[in-house]
């Protein structure tokens, strides 16, 4: 196990360095000059001038590519053009809207998916499982902005009973904060759990086609029983692999819907940086998200020895 993690954590280093040099190298892939593209149109040559030097763009690529990387091991992400403050303080601030966005969010996904794809896997080609895979393939396919204004149309603007957008601290209170997050966690959840109900329920049919479910149903073991202890549990392994593997929906998805229900997260300053073309945010962010991801697929892996103990590292 530990030789395992040992090897694991050193691809994941290769693979930040990897990102690193692309995330470091979107600054210059951009057509022009990027520092007249970030001036604009009315922007004066001292101004250009200005953001070239900002920016180190009048030294060698290597050269600037090695100051950023060694101002990343000290966690400066550099100064946003437009704000001139630290990338990492803006990243900061918006980091409680993008985090209970998310948490809610799985809470959401992972409650209702799990129960209705083990419910169609335990009543298979009933009416009940096609309309548990109706509503997957539905939810799936669906983009997250029209289902988040289908959602704002009925429960904010004819229902009037949550609010239409905005976001609430947690501090200001758990209700103000909870009922603000409710439809922004439907509208993204639904997709998210459409996935893993599917992968769920394929998995778990899978798990209850094998001879020793037969054998604890000879047994006279309730179905429940049967379900929970021998069926999921044995069906976990592909579960937990589809979540890790959905944070990257997650991330992509929590960027547009923080955009439609205005919510100040780390995706809502995503989108302002692209349309300003900050990019010391751009590259800031790209680098958080893409930590993140790596990481939770790690701890996803790991713990794959605690739901299915014949896998040895």
Same mark, same amino acid.
């Given at each position: ?164 957008? $905005? ?5 200001? $209170? ?73 944070? $990257? ?17 780390? $995706? ?46």
């Amino acid at each position: 196990m530990l030789s395992y993690i040992v090897r694991r954590l050193g691809a994941t280093i290769v693979v930040m360095a990897v990102v690193a040099f692309f995330v470091f190298s979107l600054l210059y892939l951009t057509p022009g000059d990027p520092a007249a593209v970030i001036a604009g149109d009315v922007a004066t040559a001292e101004d250009i001038a200005r953001i070239r030097q900002s920016l180190g763009l009048d030294q060698p690529f290597l050269v600037r590519f090695g100051n950023w990387v060694w101002a990343l091991l000290h966690g400066d992400l550099g100064t946003s053009i437009f704000n001139n403050l630290p990338v990492s303080k803006l990243i900061s601030q918006r980091v409680e809207p993008t985090l209970s966005l998310t948490i809610c969010t799985l809470i959401v996904a992972i409650v209702t998916s799990v129960p209705l794809g083990a419910i169609a896997a335990a009543r298979a080609e009933s009416k009940l499982d096609h309309a548990i895979m109706g509503f997957s393939v539905l939810g799936f396919s669906l983009p997250v902005f029209v289902l988040a204004y289908l959602l704002i149309l009925l429960f904010s603007l004819q229902l009037q009973w949550l609010p239409v957008q $905005g976001y609430r601290p947690i501090s200001e $209170g758990l209700w103000p904060w909870f009922r603000h997050l409710i439809l922004p966690s439907l509208a993204l959840g639904t997709v998210y759990a459409a996935l893993i109900a599917r992968i769920t329920r394929a998995s778990v049919l899978d798990v209850l086609s094998q001879d020793y479910i037969r054998t604890a149903q000879a047994k006279g073991l309730k179905e429940r029983d049967i379900m929970i202890h021998h069926a999921l549990k044995n069906a976990a392994v592909p579960i937990i692999t589809v979540i890790g593997i959905g944070i $990257g929906l997650l991330i992509s998805g929590a960027v547009v819907t923080e955009t439609v229900f205005a919510i100040p997260g780390i $995706g809502r300053l995503t989108v302002d940086a692209i349309l300003r073309r900050d990019y010391p945010i751009i590259q800031g962010v790209i680098l958080i998200f893409s930590a993140t991801y790596v990481i939770i697929n790690l701890v996803i892996d790991l713990s794959y020895v605690f739901f299915d103990p014949r896998i040895r590292y």
